[in-house]
């Protein structure tokens, strides 16, 4: 079945550059509707969309991150890589990859139903 | 933007217990939401989706009800597993939002 795995640093510098990557793994990540998502959790907090790309490319993000985020795919790779730039401590969250599928009940809709483990970043100096 | 209210934010149980979550939307979403339960350490899992759908492999203990913009994640009897954090989420519109969570104790 499918499987996703993040990687990247654990630790990144105020106003540097996060960057995180999701192999998928069991499946490929250009087959089906699927929406490649990244999604936070800071520490005991509660967890926050950052944004989704589109097997296609298309992409969504999440107003409150500005421009300063970007989902991209890397299908040769089987990878979908989140960059989020300027990082400040309220960064600092479990960030994980999860997959978006359309679900149907007599209309389609979306949910997230495969999740990976996430990985901690923290933003420090 | 949309935003997700959950109630209660903690909540003590026993096992056996039935009890009932509420979920409200700002503003109308249909029935575009859906429930995921988390452990400590680890990530969500989805139980449920378009309010009332179990997911493959979730218990039927778990119900879901609602539309518009009250929703309702009931478990008709406890069992220790289901002791972790709920949260709704709409899938109505971007950006995509949380609940912010309720924690299920013993």
């Known amino acids: 079945q499918v499987q996703l795995q993040e990687s990247g640093p654990g630790l990144v510098k105020p106003l540097q550059t996060l960057s995180l990557t999701c192999t998928v793994s069991g499946g490929s990540i250009s087959s089906g509707d699927y929406y490649w998502t990244w999604i936070r959790q800071p520490p005991g907090k509660g967890l926050e969309w950052t944004g989704y790309i589109y097997y296609i490319g298309t992409t969504y993000y999440n107003p409150s991150l500005k421009s300063r985020v970007s989902i991209s795919v890397d299908a040769s790779k089987n990878q979908f890589s989140l960059r989020l730039s300027s990082v400040t401590a309220a960064d600092t969250a479990v960030y994980y990859c999860a997959r978006g599928a359309d679900f149907w009940s007599g209309y389609y809709t979306r949910a997230f139903d495969i999740w990976g483990q996430g990985t901690m970043v923290t933003v420090s100096s | 933007d949309i935003q997700m209210t959950q109630s209660p934010s903690s909540l003590s149980a026993s096992v056996g217990d039935r009890v ?78 949380f609940g912010q969570g309720t924690k299920l104790e013993i």
């Not at chain 2, 249909?30 to 997911?55: D, F, T, V």
């Open chain 2, 20 to 97: 009932t979550i509420t979920c409200r939307a700002s503003q109308s979403i249909n029935r575009n939401l859906n429930w995921y339960q988390q452990k400590p350490g680890k990530a969500p899992n989805l139980l449920i989706y378009a309010a009332s759908n179990l997911h493959s492999g979730v218990p039927s203990r778990f119900s879901a009800s609602g539309s518009g913009t009250d929703f309702t994640l009931t478990i008709s009897s406890l069992q220790p597993e289901d002791f972790a954090t709920y949260f709704c989420q709409q899938s109505y519109t971007t950006p995509r939002s």
